[in-house]
Each structure stands twice: as C-alpha cells, then as structure tokens.
C-alpha cells in the first residue's frame, strides 16, 4: 500500500499571502489530521476530518481551514500568511480516526513564510 | 489541561549504549492513551507503540523496551544496544478526552528528543 503522500514537499510564500497544502491518505482510509510542527511550539494539532467532515480543531486561528473530498483527500488552508505560519505541516490518516488509534503519517510540507 | 514533558532535549550516545528516553505526562482523565513515535531526518513520524491507561504492564519489542508507571505519570522508552540509524527525534505524546461527551480525542505530543548514535 502506498503511504500517505502531501504536496508540495516544500513551499516558499510572502506574507499577506495564501496558501494550500494537500494530503492524499492511505487507501481506505477515511480519517486526516493535520499538525503544524516549530522549533518553538513543537508539534500542535490543528484538526481532524473524517468522512468529509471536521470532527475535531485544535486552538489554532480562523486562518487556517481545512477540507476533505468525497475520496478521503484533504486539503489545509492558511490565509494572510504570516512569518510565524513558516512550518513543517504533517498530515495524517488512519482508518477511523480518533487521536488515540495509530496514525500514519506522510513527510510534510515544510513551508517558509518571507 | 493534558501536557507532555520530555526533559532531555538532546542525547548523545555511542553505538551498543543502552539509553532510556523520559516522557511524564499530566491529565485529569482516567482513561487516556500514551504514544511514542520517532522522527527520522525524512520527516515523517513513525509509530512505535501505543499504550491505554489501564495497561501497565511493560512491553518489549526487540531492542526496544517501554515502562509505563501512573504512580509517576512516566512513559519512558529504552532502547538496548543503541544503533546509529536509532538517530532521530523521539516524540511521546498523550490522548485523553477532548470533550465531555466522550466522543473525541485530541493528540499532545511532548517537545521530542534528538537522539544521536555515533559510531
């Protein structure tokens, strides 16, 4: 089975820009979180999809938004870039969910904000 | 409000040390579930092992070993006869209940450990 894929791998935007990551989960698959990953914050959860829906959000501002499609992929959103968005943003997926199964994880999307 | 301490920013050891990586936890739930996962220079997590609050009988999986202890609030990480491809940053992280309703959990993940082997 293919792993989980994100793209861009690596992504270079100005501020006051917006931007779009993508995460194409394992097959079968039908849950994605996403996290955001600094050197000063750690890794943060930013939210869950499942089905289409967001069935969980971390603490994080409106800018940053997500979807999911009917095929499981999902997409994350952060408007107005800012410099402190500069981060390694991981992807997810597991097959029902919830963060206390296994997840796996793709190689990230390391975006630099200038 | 759950939090995951790992104290040792960075290890350095050399290869065939043993070396046992600290994770202590805080949470006000009862039932909650306890990862490791290790971070290679590629990137992504891989999963090592999970463990449910109400299991706290020690694990082993080849060279690597896990000690859960509530009385502590500890879930430490040892891995016997250390190899340089064991160098990565090692993450524990916590999953407790997100609401009260019971239905959703949210993942706190501790700042890591840079593990370096050296040959």
């Known amino acids: 089975k293919a792993g989980v894929t994100q793209t861009p791998r690596y992504l270079i935007k100005t501020r006051g820009q917006q931007v779009t990551l993508s995460c194409s989960p394992i097959?079968?698959?039908?849950?994605v979180s996403w996290y955001q990953q600094t050197p000063g914050q750690g890794l943060q959860f930013l939210f869950e999809?499942?089905?289409?829906?967001?069935?969980n959000k971390g603490n994080f501002p409106g800018r940053f938004s997500g979807r999911q499609f009917s095929n499981s992929r999902s997409e994350m959103n952060v408007s107005t870039l800012e410099l402190g968005d500069s981060a390694l943003y991981l992807c997810?997926?597991?097959?029902?969910?919830?963060?206390?199964?296994?997840?796996?994880f793709g190689p990230g999307t390391r975006l630099t904000v200038l | 409000a759950q939090k995951v301490t790992q104290a040792q920013t960075e290890i350095s050891v050399v290869e065939k040390e043993d070396v046992t990586l600290d994770c202590v936890y805080e949470?006000?739930?009862?039932?909650?579930?306890l990862f490791w996962y290790k971070q290679p220079p590629s990137g992504e997590l891989v999963f090592l092992i999970r463990?449910?609050?109400?299991?706290?009988q020690n694990e082993i999986s080849g060279r690597y070993s896990w000690n859960f202890q509530k009385s502590t609030s500890s879930f430490n990480f040892t891995i016997t006869a250390s190899q340089v491809v064991d160098s990565a940053v090692y993450f524990c992280?916590?999953?407790?209940?997100?609401?009260?309703?019971?239905?959703?959990?949210?993942?706190?993940f501790g700042k890591g450990t840079l593990l370096t082997v050296n040959p």
């Open positions: 097959s079968g698959h039908r849950s």
């Open positions: 997810a997926s597991s097959p029902i969910g919830y963060s206390y199964n296994e997840q796996f």
């Open positions: 949470t006000r739930d009862t039932t909650y579930y």
């Open positions: 999809y499942f089905s289409e829906t967001q069935r």
């Open positions: 992280a916590l999953s407790e209940v997100y609401n009260s309703g019971g239905s959703n959990y949210k993942l706190t």
């Open positions: 463990r449910n609050s109400f299991d706290e």
